[in-house]
């Protein structure tokens, strides 16, 4: 593809404009506080717009339209199990974090069974986040690569670079307003698309209607009862499939994902925080549902083709979308990816240095508090220094999965999928069960990994049903291990 020189002024000015925002905005920092947490001074509203910019990812922008081209609205079921899961993060979860004082997901880990627990859950998610962000980065990069006609890995390198200069300098606060502006481009780019599609289908909206509704594309709730058991845990948008499996997984995604859970550590009480996480559910269906209207409009627009569902949205924003337009709709590509791709930064750094690093100097170290304000200055700089070095692993990662056959959406959530099970069940260990102690914090957590590696691998049930299996593994084997142990004591 050749891009018209007013589509690239336009994602060239996005770029420097989003760079120079996240450096301001993001004000100095003079500790890892500052750098981490935005000295808890963050507007709920604005760390509610962030964590739906954080979990918007190119993947969304481009899968979401293409599964209701391909399907329906199914996919709504599941959008509303997201908001119900953040609810119970927001009453649940975010009380047992606020009494502590914490400052990563996984510092209530430490306080709740102890150190080890945390350093494996650290570790366990900077491995996945790595792995999963990489492949979004890969995918961010395929339209920067047809639109300047460069190689994969160069386009890639441009976006982490780009990206990693705000959340270098800007730390926690410039990501999270940054994601603010760029939520609003991405929307507009999607609500764009919608009102050029409504204009160039004959008879508007009507036309649309007529065309979609003939294949029952408006169609929302799936009972999934007309076939046998097992197809029905086989499908992964039925109503029951989609409420529990869309809850368990923003159970794990936004209450023991750094990824989030470092957004909602930035308000200055337990309200805002809960007032950010419940508003995130409401605007992400909303969200979705502009996503999937798109998706039918495309419908209506091409009929049946011969291309995959993924490639109907760029195929529609390459060839049909006037030059200008066509910069706007990439620049909003680029923002949810972008915002994803720093909030894994800032994430990565912030689980390495408060969850590994600084726990193992003060180990080491018997004389820190001894002139403090020079040791928070090196922090920062070592800080800093550790969101580079994970800019650059997430590199590594996008080109490891750069000549990957799957599905790239498929990939990241089968990813995310393998731990996030046992994640979720570990702090429901600690919140729900009084008595479970690390060793079996520890044993339940590794089984749940071991369970989802099996059935993630044989491909028993869809992936909506991920979670909860994991989650269910974890707990009865910690709570099993614990009974065990008790009786042979």
């Known amino acids: 593809m050749a891009g018209h020189p007013v589509d690239y002024i336009i994602i060239v000015g996005y770029l420097i404009f989003i760079a120079a925002f996240g450096i301001i905005s993001g004000g100095k920092q003079k500790s890892v506080d500052d750098y981490f947490l935005g000295s808890k001074s963050v507007p709920w509203w604005a760390v509610c717009f962030s964590i ?75 491995f996945t986040r790595t792995a999963a962000d990489g492949v979004r980065l890969f995918a961010t990069a395929i339209p920067l690569k047809l639109m300047l006609n460069i190689s994969y890995p160069l386009a890639i390198i441009i976006i982490a670079i780009v990206t990693l200069v705000y959340t270098y300098t800007g730390g926690v606060k410039g990501v999270i307003w940054v994601d603010v502006v760029q939520m609003f481009i991405y929307l507009g780019g999607a609500i764009i698309a919608a009102i050029f599609l409504l204009n160039i289908i004959p008879g508007g909206w009507n036309g649309i209607y007529s065309i979609a509704e003939t294949e029952h594309k408006f169609s929302i709730i799936n009972l999934g009862m007309d076939k046998g058991i097992s197809d029905f845990f086989s499908q992964p948008y039925t109503l029951i499939g989609g409420l529990i499996g869309g809850a368990f997984l923003s159970m794990a995604s936004h209450g023991t994902d750094q990824l989030i859970v470092q957004r909602l550590l930035t308000t200055k009480t337990l309200k805002d925080s809960q007032k950010a996480i419940i508003g995130s559910g409401v605007i992400v269906i909303i969200q979705f549902t502009i996503f999937l209207i798109v998706g039918v409009m495309l419908y209506a627009y091409y009929g049946k083709i011969n291309a995959k569902p993924d490639e109907i949205f760029p195929k529609f924003i390459i060839e049909v979308l006037p030059p200008g337009v066509t910069g706007i709709i990439i ?25 590994l690093f600084i726990p193992l100097k003060n180990k080491i170290s018997s004389n820190l508090n001894a002139q403090r304000s020079i040791v928070n200055k090196n922090e920062l700089k070592i800080s800093r220094m550790i969101t580079i070095l994970w800019a650059a692993l997430l590199v590594l990662a996008a080109l490891f999965f750069m000549n990957t056959s799957q599905a790239v959406v498929e990939l990241a959530l089968s990813i995310a999928s393998f731990t996030y099970g046992g994640l979720l069940g570990t702090f429901l260990l600690g919140i729900l069960l009084k008595k479970t102690k690390q060793k079996e914090a520890l044993a339940g957590f590794t089984i749940g990994i071991v369970t989802m ?32 142990l008790e009786k042979k004591n």
Do not use: H
């Open 331 to 355: 620049a909003g590509l680029f923002a949810a990816a972008m915002s994803t791709l720093a909030g894994s930064m800032s994430s990565l750094s912030s689980s390495t240095m408060i969850d």
């Open 453 to 484: 590696i099996i059935v993630i691998s044989l491909k028993i049930i869809a992936w909506t049903w991920y979670t909860l299996v994991g989650v269910s593994a974890t707990i009865i084997a910690g709570f099993l291990i614990g009974v065990f």
């Open 52 to 126: 739906v910019a954080a979990e918007t990812s190119t993947l969304t922008f481009i899968s979401i339209p293409g599964l209701a081209y391909s399907a329906n609205l199914n996919f709504l079921q599941v959008t509303i199990g997201y908001l119900l899961g953040r609810i119970v993060v927001a009453f649940i979860f975010l009380p047992a974090y606020q009494k502590g004082e914490l400052k990563t997901a996984y510092s209530y880990l430490e306080n709740r069974f102890g150190a080890k627990t945390r350093s494996f859950a650290s570790i366990i998610f900077l």
